[in-house]
């Protein structure tokens, strides 16, 4: 099994920059694809971005494309989260998630190893 505790979410304004971290502990992150999904108030838990448990492949949604970078350090065990040109709508609890040789996954149900959650707001 692997544990997940995401961290750097805040406040910012919209404009602005967040690096959201992913640290795993328990397996070696290498062998994990990782996921990042939000949950707004009142929404359903989406798709943000994925990477590849190679590193080769990433995914992103049309929401935060060309804005969102993903990538994960295997030597450090963790996983980031750039987050550019951030935008009041980007408001939300983001979420990272693992899945064991996992390609870059979209849906929640490929995931078998989630976060607890780091809340992100974005003030207009």
């Known amino acids: 099994q692997v544990q997940l505790v995401e961290s750097g979410g805040g406040l910012v304004q919209a404009g602005g920059s967040l690096r959201l971290s992913c640290a795993a502990s328990?397996?070696?992150?290498?062998?994990?694809?990782m996921g990042w999904f939000r949950q707004a108030p009142g929404q359903e838990r989406e798709f943000v971005a994925a990477i590849r448990w190679t590193g080769d492949s990433t995914k992103y949604a049309d929401s935060v494309k060309g804005r969102f970078a993903i990538a994960k350090d295997n030597a450090k065990n963790e996983g980031y989260l750039q987050m550019n040109s951030l935008k009041p709508e980007d408001t939300a609890v983001y979420y990272c998630?693992?899945?064991?040789?996992?390609?870059?996954?979209?849906?929640?149900?490929?995931?078998?190893?989630w976060g607890q959650g780091t809340q992100v707001t974005v003030s207009s």
């Open positions: 998630a693992a899945a064991p040789w996992g390609d870059s996954y979209y849906r929640r149900f490929e995931y078998d190893y």
């Open positions: 328990g397996r070696s992150f290498s062998r994990y694809a």
